[in-house]
């Protein structure tokens, strides 16, 4: 299964930028799907969470920023994100999954870069 994430970039601290990820599968609908980030030097983490339910969790640090949504016709998960800081500086990869036991699979990563 491919997952093609794009749409990172260099951006000023206040900017916008909205970040896409198609996956290649044909069964997109029934995946939970997700963002992580990865800065230099850190640990990955995740960014936001869309599960069953429509359920959606983000990092504390995104909140209110940042907006994650799905199209299944597109198969494609995007990551809307506002008023970018500096330290949203990161590599960020999607992710689509099932559940635990199940296969888990990512992109390839897009690189976000903030300027102050």
């Known amino acids: 299964v491919q997952l093609q994430a794009s749409g990172g970039g260099l951006v000023q601290a206040g900017d916008s930028l909205r970040l896409s990820c198609v996956a290649f599968i044909s069964t997109f609908s029934d995946y939970f799907v997700a963002w992580h980030r990865q800065a230099p030097g850190e640990q990955r983490e995740l960014v936001a969470a869309?599960?069953?339910?429509?359920?959606?969790t983000y990092a504390d640090s995104v909140k209110g920023r940042f907006t994650i949504s799905r199209d299944n016709a597109k198969s494609t998960v995007y990551l809307q994100m506002n008023s970018l800081k500096p330290e949203d500086t990161a590599v960020y990869s999607c992710?689509?999954?099932?559940?635990?036991?199940?296969?888990?699979?990512w992109g390839q990563g897009t690189l976000v870069t903030v300027s102050s």
């Open positions: 992710k689509i999954y099932r559940g635990l036991g199940r296969p888990i699979y």
């Open positions: 869309l599960v069953a339910g429509g359920r959606i």
